[in-house]
């Protein structure tokens, strides 16, 4: 248990350093530090900063993502993209510097080659995957793809807004953005 507990320690305090000095300048012997505990004690469960980087990025970024869009089902489309903004809004504060971390390295703004290629990827699925949930939702229109792309680009403003500026968003501010746009010219 007490290693489990120095692990997490290390990882919530490389969190912290990673966003306020970014992935090139946090150093392994400053997270140490701040732990309190030996730098061979971090390299007992890291064996690098990339690789710690890319734990944060790959298993807790993704992870959040992945739990938070599992947990609601898409029967009616506003509501759920309003659950997963709302959800976004109650992450724990060290959820919060993760994601933002993992903004940061999907705007190629920290990190390394290889998690740019990884969020690359990710970003050729983000209107596949956003085009499913919707065009269910969209009946005849003719405006589908201009509704779908409008749709993720008002969701990633209202994430960056949250997480990045900490700015709070009422669910009825969320619907009212959201509702513009899925039911505009019907």
Partial sequence: ???????????????????THGFHGTTIRNIAKEAGCSLPMVYYYYKSKR??????????????????????????????????????????????????????VYLSFDGDEELHSLMDEWEASIVPRHAKLILPHLGEREDKEVVVRTCIHVLENMIERIIVKHQVLTDLEVREELAFVLQSRR
Avoid: C
């Fill in 51 to 104: 690789e710690l980087f890319h734990e944060i990025i790959r298993k807790d970024y993704f992870g959040i993502l992945d739990r938070e869009a599992q947990r609601l089902e898409p029967h009616d489309i506003l509501v759920f993209y309003t659950a997963f903004i709302h959800n976004i809004m109650h992450l724990s504060d060290f959820e919060k510097k993760i994601y933002r971390l993992g903004i940061k």
């Fill in 1 to 19: 248990m007490v290693e489990q507990d120095l692990r997490q320690t290390i990882k919530m305090i490389a969190v912290d350093h990673f966003n």
